[in-house]
């Protein structure tokens, strides 16, 4: 399942048309229509609207957990290690580019601006400090060849150009 699957599945939760659904956020419809196919990428500002409406983001970006955000979600944001972060409403949203190709282990690969998919992934801009925003990016995990440091099939990892860190 996709994330326009599971914004057709937000917008039937409402018990909304795609107008009416669309109406709600000061969409057109044609626009509106054309994320919940899959046709044009759905912009991080209408993921943050939803978010604000109570979908839970990390949800609607990779189908894990519930759909609609549950009351301590909404005041702060745990890793998987359970280390926890406080969100508010004013916290910032930084959108990471994400790479068109996957990530699986091997040798080092160098991507340039025309690798990235267009999409992009809300992630809190206090995770990057430090770090020139404008060499971040994201890639998806294909393969089961990074289990043994928990690396996942489906999840995103973040690096920045020009920096190598850890063991």
């Known amino acids: 399942m996709e994330i326009y699957d599971r914004l057709k599945i937000v917008r039937e939760a409402d ?12 969409v057109a419809q044609s626009t509106y229509g054309q994320w919940e196919i899959g046709k044009r990428s759905i912009p991080d500002e209408f993921k943050i609207q939803l978010s604000n409406i109570g979908v839970n983001l990390h949800w609607l970006i990779t189908g894990e957990g519930q759909m609609i955000k549950e ?3 909404a ?3 745990k890793t998987p290690s359970g280390k926890s972060y406080p969100v508010s409403i004013d916290s910032a949203i930084y959108s990471v580019p994400i790479l068109a190709s996957k990530v ?17 992934l ?5 995770f990057f400090l430090g770090y ?4 971040i990016f994201a890639a998806k995990v ?11 099939p489906g999840d995103y990892v973040y690096a920045c150009h020009g920096r ?3 063991n």
């Not at 018990?15 to 000061?26: E, N, T, V």
């Not at 699986?104 to 601006?113: I, R, T, V």
């Not at 020139?132 to 060499?135: H, L, R, T």
């Open 132 to 135: 020139p925003k404008e060499d």
């Open 75 to 77: 005041s702060e944001f």
């Open 164 to 166: 190598i860190e850890g």
């Open 15 to 26: 018990g909304s048309s795609q107008a009416r659904f669309a109406a709600k956020f000061g």
């Open 71 to 73: 009351e301590a979600e």
């Open 142 to 152: 294909v393969g089961d060849s990074m289990i043994g440091i928990d690396l996942l």
């Open 122 to 126: 809300p992630t809190l801009e206090k």
């Open 104 to 120: 699986s282990a091997g040798n080092g690969q160098e991507w340039l601006p025309s690798d990235y998919s267009g999409e992009t």
